[in-house]
């Protein structure tokens, strides 16, 4: 319709000093840095100084950073009693994760900057708890002695100290930096619209985590790893994407709404796999993808001339997440994992500098109606 903007595209609702999303570029800019300059090299708790506070941290304030978030690490009791009571109705990862969530503010005092750090730490917990959980296992004990990125590793696949690969774990912080914060997506504004209220951090990140829930926002690195699995081999690449195409299928993992080139995070997440399957992981199963997104690319060039679709993060985070060992059903709670840090910062940025959010409507139903009361019947004889 005329004067309204479907989806708010196009619509800029507010200001942030926290990422510049710049489709026609393909640049990606988080608090001043470029993603492919910070993701590799940074430390995840150096993201979370930067996003939180506007610059990167001082080597005590990283290390006091960095002890104050492995105490929070524990879950409140409830919290686990109800993760628990979740596998038993073998409720999705996904929704598990909002309702433990949920439960972080019980007995705590709302306080913002608090309530930040306690979310960024018990989220690896939440994950999993409930991963070792819906699997008929025991979780592990929490540990203060790890980084957030390693605390990961060792949360979900109960390795040792040290037997957590230094690769793999840089591989998955590179994985958690590239992905922390995108603009206003759909779960960052759910919960910059929350807060907006002056409702408390822990309700606007649940908001988030259910927006997150959505297929067509968390849900893609999945089916993009399912394609390369169903071509199985590289001389069915051609045939089985130009049957995909031809049936008017889209190809997951290419083509952003936003990115009108190639996604920036992609380079990112695309060096840090190579870099990683060099020494590990599965290399003919890398080889196949490589090989499944330049065939793809060749025939959505042909297929599709002028529409720009390129490779986008969910190819990559796909083919990255597999080779770290992560099976596909993890991979949006692994992004949620990441994407707190930027829900936090934004609920942070909101309070500080804005003002509720209430977009207008443009109505389009019927005016001017005449009311009648709906006639009584008639009482039987």
Not at 3 to 23: M, Q
Not at 45 to 72: C, F, I, Q, V
Not at 153 to 159: A, D, R, T, V
């Amino acid at each position: 319709m005329p004067g309204t903007h479907e989806g708010l595209e196009g619509i800029k609702a507010t200001s942030t000093r926290l990422s510049l999303v710049d489709g026609t570029a393909g640049r990606l800019i988080l608090a001043g840095y470029d993603v492919e300059a910070i993701a590799p090299r940074a430390k995840f708790e150096e993201m979370a100084h930067l996003l939180w506070y506007g610059r990167l941290p001082m080597g005590h304030e990283l290390e006091t950073l960095k002890r104050d978030l492995a105490s929070r690490r524990r879950l409140p009791k409830p919290t686990s009693t109800l993760l628990r009571d979740a596998a038993k109705a073998s409720t999705p990862i996904i929704d598990a994760v909002r309702m433990a969530v949920a439960t972080l503010s019980l007995g705590r005092i709302e306080a913002p900057e608090e309530d930040t750090r306690t979310l960024l730490a018990a989220f690896p917990t939440i994950v999993g708890e409930y991963w070792h959980l819906i699997n008929a296992e025991e979780p592990v004990e929490p540990r203060a002695d790890l980084s957030h990125a390693e605390y990961c590793l060792y949360q979900i696949f109960g390795c040792l100290p040290e037997e957590i690969d230094p690769e793999r774990t840089r591989g998955l912080e590179t994985y958690l930096n590239t992905v922390c914060d995108h603009g206003l997506n759909a779960s960052t504004f759910a919960a910059r619209v929350i807060v907006s209220t002056h409702s408390d951090l822990v309700s606007a990140v649940t908001g988030a985590v259910g927006a997150l829930k959505g297929p067509l926002h968390g849900g893609a690195p999945g089916p993009a790893l399912d394609m390369v699995g169903e071509i199985s081999t590289a001389d069915r690449a051609e045939q089985v994407i130009l049957a995909k195409l031809e049936r008017g299928e889209r190809l997951m993992g290419f083509g952003h709404r936003v990115y009108r080139t190639r996604d920036p995070r992609a380079d990112v997440l695309a060096a840090a796999a190579e870099k990683f399957y060099a020494t590990s992981g599965d290399k003919d199963f890398y080889a196949l993808a490589r090989q499944v997104e330049k065939t793809a690319l060749r025939l959505l060039s042909k297929h599709k001339p002028g529409r720009h679709l390129d490779t986008n993060v969910e190819f990559y985070t796909a083919l990255l997440l597999n080779g770290l060992g992560f099976p596909k059903e993890l991979f949006t709670p692994i992004f949620a994992i990441a994407r707190v840090l930027g829900w936090t910062a934004h609920c942070l940025e909101q309070l500080r500098n804005g003002r509720l959010i209430r977009p207008d409507a443009e109505y389009i139903g019927p005016v001017d109606l005449t009311f009648s009361s709906v006639p009584t019947a008639s009482p039987l004889n």
